[in-house]
């Protein structure tokens, strides 16, 4: 199985580049951008990311962004991301990026997009490996921030794929955010949210009704509302689920108890998907392996998996048809 889920060509569509952000790669930053951590040793960064909640995960992630300054630093953040997924045989990934956490510093629009952009362009170059960049909004911030933050963004149109809902979710409904959201589609800007992670079945429904979400990040608590399952099912609005970080952030206990597969079985579009990697334990094979192997999932839903993802995602049809190509040869030849 583990050599199955190394080689299975995987799409990746719901992971933080901000989440992987690794300790030597922040201490590296510190030094070179002379930011004084609150951390003196690795080892005491990774003690430090045991979490009880979203919040107290976000906390210390957004603690740890203070390192990203310049263009280089954004760069070195998203090769060193690149480079994983590629070794992880992910053919494909949508990548959210949160320009607030570094434009309420000071940092431009600019310098955070110019060295995310270069980086996927060499990533395409040199590994094949395709990407995309999903512009988030903070939930904690004001929807006149998203607003701003929009009118930023505007200019880099061509290079911003979507836009997305982030952070803090119980108590910031995504009604808060339906202007920002039908001028952000108006612009060209393909609509997902972040809902059902902590917060209630009722925020999907919102996400879905008011933001004309395409997708649903996590999604996850979709399954406390039948009505909403079936209408889940019925539409093929697909799920991008992250089984590690649901279980460091205590949305499920133990894996054991994830319905992931429950989901799958019941035909809701449901991937697989890493978040924030750096601080939840693993990337993408990691993430299907342990859902792997406390769900017990067959081959079949693994490439199952894998295909709902190239259905998913952004990309155009002729990109879509050769990924679903490739994963229809490794199924014949690996199942
Ligand atoms: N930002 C980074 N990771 C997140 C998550 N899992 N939920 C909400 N916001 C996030
Ligand atoms: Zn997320």
């Known amino acids: 199985m583990q050599s199955f889920i190394e080689g299975l060509p995987k799409v990746e569509l719901h992971l933080h580049i901000e989440g ?8 590296k930053l510190a030094e070179r951008n002379r930011v004084q951590l609150s951390y003196k040793t690795i080892e005491e960064v990774r003690k430090a990311y045991q979490f009880n ?7 210390i992630y957004y603690q740890g962004a203070q390192v990203l300054q310049n263009e280089q630093d954004f760069y070195d953040l998203a090769w060193a991301y690149f480079s994983k997924a590629h070794s992880q045989n992910v053919r494909h990934a949508e990548i959210f990026f949160d320009p607030q956490t570094h434009t309420a510093r000071g940092i431009p629009f600019e310098t955070v997009i110019s060295g995310l952009r270069k980086a996927q362009e060499d990533a395409e170059q040199k590994t094949g490996l395709s990407s995309r960049l999903i512009m988030c909004f903070l939930r904690h911030l004001s929807p006149e921030e998203a607003l701003d933050t929009l009118e930023e963004a505007k200019p880099f149109r061509k290079w911003i794929t979507g836009v997305g809902l982030d952070s803090s979710e119980q108590g910031r409904p995504p009604a808060l955010f339906q202007k920002v959201y039908e001028q952000a589609e108006a612009a060209g800007f393909l609509p997902v949210a972040h809902a059902g992670e902590e917060g209630p079945a009722e925020y999907v429904w919102e996400a879905l009704q008011l933001l004309k979400s395409r997708r649903i990040d996590h999604g996850v608590r979709s399954t406390d509302d039948p009505e909403l399952i079936q209408y889940l099912i019925r539409e093929q ?14 949305v499920f206990q133990t894996m054991k108890e994830h319905n992931l597969r429950r989901m799958l079985q019941m035909g809701v ?4 998907n890493s978040d924030d990697p ?17 769900l017990e999932l067959t081959k079949d839903e693994l490439v199952k998996l894998s295909a709902n993802a190239i259905k998913a995602s952004f990309i155009d049809e002729n990109a879509r048809q050769v990924l679903t190509a490739e994963l ?6 690996n199942v």
């Open 20 to 27: 992987t952000l690794e300790p030597e790669l922040m201490f």
């Open 53 to 59: 909640n979203l919040q107290t995960f976000l906390d």
């Open 237 to 250: 609005i697909p799920l991008t689920v992250c089984p590690l970080s649901n279980i460091k952030l205590r």
């Open 269 to 272: 579009c449901v991937t697989i």
């Open 278 to 294: 750096a601080y939840f334990g693993g990337y993408m094979n990691e993430n299907f392996l342990a859902a792997q192997r406390d």
């Open 328 to 333: 229809n040869e490794y199924y014949r030849k």
